[in-house]
């Protein structure tokens, strides 16, 4: 994925593309990569880096969801379990099974989860996980070890799916560029043009790297820039009714001895009435999520005190070692783009299905859904594309559509996840020794990682490397803090940058990273 040649075919342009779509993050990319492989002719614009705000910032679960099971969302259940299993078979490397422990009080709790669960594994209809089952109060401490005893009598397993957002973004956006789509990262839409009907004609874009502007042409726009698609929506009609509510989660994250199993642990009702989760992820442990409604989306969210507190204090409910503030290695926000459908004050109650919505003047909107869903979000919006524009396409083919890194038995190491990348990512160690050493102790980071994301999947600073590329950010945002300067030294040689440009990066990303940040005072 060429930045400087996708610009250069921008510039020569002179024929309308099929479709432009605005947003880079999960909904955008799929879009994009479900349009390419029929056929059409898109361009995805992304105003920061791909996945920089609700789409690296997920639970990191593949799921049918069961709390939609619990609101009788049957259908969306259903649907989310089938695309479960589509996204692990096509991105093996990336999704995985992983057990999940509902802790039981009595017998009843038992009977209760248990029944729901069977339900689940029915709807799931003879998909690649495993099946729910009880288990005895001592089964669920060998299941996780650090669980206070005295909460269980027993329990119930059940089995969803894990996966790296971040990662399964990248791969998307490289497949969709394998099958023929322009994705560019840094580039703004400003505007929207129109015809003399007032119809929607194209999009006014401004490389953020140099300030040069554009204006492309399209037969169909798509706005995919998810909380904030409103924002897009004012450009087409200033006077637009709001579509979304904006609802931060906020995650943090400890070190795996707090939770050194590897089964999850699932809080089915916190006093917030959310399901809160413990899971392993990456050698560490993530556990989320809150949900407090904001008055508007920004790129960059901060966790508010109460949030952070109401995880530590949870958590310390469940485990045998309360954590604490100086326990938290990061603080994480996703910002969730809930369609507004009824008068709930709640934001966890209001829609999580996806919405399209064509405007007068031509402009698509697609927003709500999730992340286990976006392929068939990106195969109906595709859809609604061609029956509003009368574009001839081929059948959509993503169903069984090996996504970019496809490895069917991935290396089981801290690496795994770049599937049959891996070997090339080794073959540059090994051609550059020295970039095959660590560049922190407390990261699992190389010197041929920074170089990878620079030369192969479009990183253009040390935020996108330190947060996207890797997750270095996610996970340890102490140890990433110490390891920019690095990253950034090695990032300006692939780029041709100077001492100046490296300057300005760290300090940029030390900004960035005081929301990943806790004071631990």
Same mark, same amino acid.
């Given at each position: 994925?060429?930045?400087?040649?996708?610009? #250069?075919?921008?510039?020569?342009?002179?024929?309308?593309?099929?479709?432009?779509?605005?947003?880079?993050?999960?909904?955008?990319?799929?879009? &994009?990569?479900?349009? *390419?492989?029929?056929?059409?002719?898109?361009?995805?614009?992304?105003?920061?880096?791909?996945?920089?705000?609700?789409?690296?910032?997920?639970?990191? /679960?593949?799921?049918?969801?069961?709390? =939609?099971?619990?609101?009788?969302?049957?259908?969306?259940?259903?649907?989310? /379990?089938?695309?479960?299993?589509?996204?692990?078979?096509?991105?093996? +490397?990336?999704?995985?099974?992983?057990?999940?422990?509902?802790?039981?009080?009595?017998?009843?709790?038992?009977?209760? =989860?248990?029944? %729901?669960?069977?339900?689940?594994?029915?709807?799931?209809?003879?998909?690649?996980?495993?099946?729910?089952?009880?288990?005895?109060?001592?089964? #669920?401490?060998?299941?996780?070890?650090?669980?206070?005893?005295?909460?269980?009598?027993?329990?119930?397993?059940?089995?969803?799916?894990?996966?790296?957002?971040?990662?399964?973004?990248?791969?998307?956006?490289?497949? &969709? +560029?394998?099958?023929?789509?322009?994705?560019?990262? =840094?580039?703004?839409?400003?505007?929207?043009?129109?015809?003399?009907? %007032?119809?929607?004609?194209?999009?006014? *874009?401004?490389?953020?790297?140099?300030?040069?502007?554009?204006?492309?042409?399209?037969?169909?726009?798509?706005?995919?820039?998810?909380?904030?698609?409103?924002?897009?929506?004012?450009? !087409?009609?200033?006077?637009?009714?709001?579509?979304?509510?904006?609802?931060?989660?906020? +995650?943090?994250?400890?070190?795996?001895?707090?939770? @050194?199993?590897?089964?999850?642990?699932?809080?089915?009702?916190?006093?917030?009435?959310?399901?809160?989760?413990?899971? @392993?992820?990456?050698?560490?442990?993530?556990?989320?999520?809150?949900?407090?409604?904001?008055?508007?989306?920004?790129?960059?969210?901060? #966790?508010?005190?109460?949030?952070?507190?109401?995880?530590?204090?949870?958590?310390?409910?469940?485990?045998?070692? *309360?954590?604490?503030? #100086? !326990?938290?290695?990061?603080?994480?926000?996703?910002?969730?783009? /809930?369609?507004?459908?009824?008068?709930? &004050?709640?934001?966890?109650?209001?829609?999580?299905?996806?919405?399209?919505?064509?405007?007068?003047?031509?402009?698509?909107?697609?927003?709500?859904?999730?992340?286990?869903?976006?392929?068939?979000?990106?195969?109906?919006?595709?859809?609604?594309?061609?029956? *509003?524009?009368? /574009?001839?396409?081929? @059948?959509? @083919?993503?169903?069984?559509? +090996?996504?970019?890194?496809?490895?069917?038995?991935?290396?089981?190491?801290?690496?795994?996840?770049?599937?049959?990348?891996? &070997?090339?990512?080794?073959?540059?160690?090994?051609?550059?020794?020295?970039?095959?050493?660590?560049?922190?102790?407390?990261l699992t980071l190389h010197g041929s990682d920074v170089v990878w994301a620079v030369r192969q999947e479009s990183a253009r600073t040390v935020e996108d490397v330190l947060a996207r590329r890797a997750r270095s950010l996610f996970l340890n945002a102490p140890a990433a803090v110490e390891v920019a300067p690095k990253v950034a030294e090695l990032m300006a040689a692939e780029l041709g940058q100077d001492a100046a440009w490296c300057e300005d990066q760290v300090s940029q990303f030390n900004a960035t990273a005081k929301h990943y940040l806790i004071d631990h005072s």
């Amino acid at each position: 994925m060429s930045r400087e040649n996708y610009i #250069a075919w921008l510039r020569g342009r002179t024929e309308p593309w099929d479709l432009v779509i605005i947003g880079g993050g999960a909904t955008g990319v799929g879009t &994009a990569l479900d349009a *390419a492989s029929r056929g059409l002719d898109v361009v995805l614009l992304e105003q920061s880096d791909f996945g920089k705000g609700t789409s690296s910032r997920s639970t990191k /679960l593949v799921h049918g969801g069961v709390r =939609y099971l619990q609101q009788g969302n049957i259908t969306l259940v259903r649907d989310a /379990l089938r695309e479960r299993s589509l996204l692990r078979n096509n991105a093996p +490397h990336l999704v995985h099974d992983m057990p999940f422990l509902i802790p039981c009080r009595n017998l009843w709790q038992r009977f209760f =989860y248990g029944v %729901g669960l069977k339900v689940y594994d029915l709807l799931a209809t003879r998909k690649s996980f495993g099946k729910s089952h009880g288990v005895s109060g001592g089964q #669920a401490v060998r299941q996780v070890p650090t669980i206070r005893r005295e909460l269980l009598s027993s329990g119930v397993i059940y089995h969803d799916g894990q996966f790296d957002d971040a990662r399964l973004l990248i791969n998307m956006a490289q497949t &969709a +560029h394998e099958q023929g789509a322009t994705l560019l990262n =840094y580039f703004a839409v400003t505007g929207l043009t129109k015809n003399a009907k %007032g119809k929607i004609s194209g999009v006014v *874009a401004e490389d953020r790297e140099t300030s040069e502007a554009f204006e492309i042409a399209a037969r169909c726009v798509v706005n995919a820039a998810g909380p904030f698609c409103d924002a897009v929506r004012r450009l !087409d009609d200033q006077d637009c009714e709001r579509m979304v509510a904006a609802s931060q989660g906020v +995650h943090i994250v400890l070190p795996r001895s707090f939770f @050194p199993g590897d089964t999850a642990l699932i809080v089915p009702k916190t006093s917030d009435g959310r399901v809160l989760f413990m899971i @392993p992820w990456h050698d560490h442990t993530l556990v989320g999520t809150t949900d407090t409604s904001i008055p508007t989306a920004t790129l960059e969210p901060t #966790a508010q005190e109460d949030e952070i507190q109401f995880l530590l204090d949870t958590t310390a409910e469940y485990l045998n070692q *309360a954590p604490t503030r #100086a !326990d938290v290695l990061s603080v994480f926000v996703g910002i969730r783009p /809930l369609v507004k459908g009824d008068k709930s &004050a709640r934001t966890a109650s209001l829609s999580r299905d996806h919405v399209i919505r064509a405007s007068d003047s031509g402009l698509l909107t697609i927003t709500g859904g999730k992340w286990t869903t976006v392929r068939k979000m990106s195969e109906d919006c595709v859809d609604r594309v061609i029956e *509003a524009t009368g /574009l001839t396409a081929q @059948p959509c @083919p993503t169903k069984e559509l +090996h996504l970019h890194g496809y490895l069917q038995r991935p290396e089981d190491s801290p690496r795994g996840y770049y599937g049959s990348d891996l &070997a090339e990512l080794q073959l540059l160690e090994s051609e550059t020794p020295e970039l095959s050493v660590p560049l922190h102790e407390g990261l699992t980071l190389h010197g041929s990682d920074v170089v990878w994301a620079v030369r192969q999947e479009s990183a253009r600073t040390v935020e996108d490397v330190l947060a996207r590329r890797a997750r270095s950010l996610f996970l340890n945002a102490p140890a990433a803090v110490e390891v920019a300067p690095k990253v950034a030294e090695l990032m300006a040689a692939e780029l041709g940058q100077d001492a100046a440009w490296c300057e300005d990066q760290v300090s940029q990303f030390n900004a960035t990273a005081k929301h990943y940040l806790i004071d631990h005072s």
